[in-house]
């Protein structure tokens, strides 16, 4: 259907240049998305899959040790759809203190991602609601790194950004001036929060994520903290328990196509065409995640088994299960009560 333009162009000159910024209408979209048959299959397909990947955490005798890798695998993905070259190995060895394949800035970068999805859950089930200000916080975690403190970590922009180009000139696309981040980021947060009026979880993630990518509010960090969006938002809603999702396994594989259709809605208001490839996405990942997990489930038995006896040995990866007590953290609580 031809739809007008989703938002408003502003003109911003600055002492360079003139040019043109978009500022996103609020959600959800007018008029409404049009739902075809298809397109109904295709979320009613994702909501069946997320049902029987979140079913999963029920049965396993251990859903930590799969929280651990899929998380990991998550914070992977999302990262080299922005350039950095760190794998899952990399990752692990960097946690466990040993030397990476990389350049240690891009599994450090790696890491701050994984870490700012713990910060976002904690967060989340402190009673925090999806809002700016949990946002902040994450984005605060996630540029938690050498790269990221020049960017102002934790704080939304107060100058301008542009997508692609060497300017805002040239840009590819033109995210809102400064003095507008706030205003639509406050009607985001109301939207994620069911304001004025409720919408569908698995349709709002959709939404958001493209409206949070459009306001793009802070100064480095947008696209992996709009797929970080995604996870909380559906954990916040109760869709899913825990974030066994990685929907950056599907983003990186069409990535062009990603890009592609996250424009045609800024240009053309094109939700539908955008909300088909979300739900592809999530039904074809939520699938991957849960034939997984059913394919370890033997594995997993004998490492609950062994976790109650000494008769089995335990697997290497057992004393990591818990990010945040590997070899590096417990060498800083050593070194703090050494100083202490």
């Given amino acids: 259907m031809h739809r007008p333009l989703p938002g408003r162009y502003v003109k911003v000159r600055s002492p360079e240049e003139s040019f043109q910024a978009f500022v996103p209408a609020p959600l959800p979209p007018q008029p409404p998305v049009e739902w075809s048959p298809a397109l109904r299959r295709r979320f009613d397909d994702a909501l069946v899959a997320l049902g029987r990947l979140d079913a999963v955490t029920a049965l396993l005798p251990n859903a930590d040790l799969l929280l651990y890798s899929f998380v990991r695998k998550e ?6 759809i922005e350039g950095t070259q760190s794998s899952l190995a990399d990752l692990l060895l960097f946690e466990i203190h040993e030397e990476p394949g990389v350049p240690i800035d891009d599994a450090r970068e790696v890491s701050r991602y994984v870490a700012a999805l713990d910060r976002g859950l904690t967060l989340l089930r402190g009673g925090l609601p ?8 994450v984005h605060a975690t996630l540029l938690d790194h050498p790269h990221g403190r020049g960017k102002t970590p934790g704080e939304v922009r107060r100058s301008q950004v542009w997508v692609g180009g060497t300017r805002p000139g040239n840009a590819v696309f033109v995210p809102p001036p400064a003095d507008a981040v706030s205003a639509s980021l406050t009607a985001l947060e109301q939207f994620l929060n069911d304001k004025p009026s409720p919408t569908p979880p698995l349709i709002k993630a959709a939404l958001a994520h493209v409206q949070f990518e459009t306001i793009h509010p802070f100064l480095d960090g947008n696209g992996r903290l709009g797929r970080l969006l995604i996870v909380l938002q559906l954990v916040a809603d109760g869709i899913l328990r825990e974030p066994l999702l990685y929907p950056s396994l599907f983003f990186k594989t069409h990535r062009a196509l990603y890009y592609e259709l996250l424009n045609g809605v800024r240009l053309h208001g094109d939700w539908e065409r955008w909300l088909d490839f979300f739900a592809e996405g999530i039904a074809a990942t939520a699938t991957q995640a849960m034939m997984t997990a059913h394919a370890l489930f033997p594995w997993w038995t004998t490492i609950a088994t062994a976790s109650r006896g000494s008769a089995v040995r ?5 004393p990591c299960i818990r990010p945040c007590r590997n070899s590096r953290w417990r060498r800083r609580q050593h070194s703090s009560r050494r100083l202490g």
């Fill in 75 to 80: 914070a992977v993905l999302s990262s080299q």
């Fill in 314 to 318: 335990r697997p290497p990866l057992w």
């Fill in 130 to 137: 999806i809002s700016t200000r949990l946002l902040c916080g």
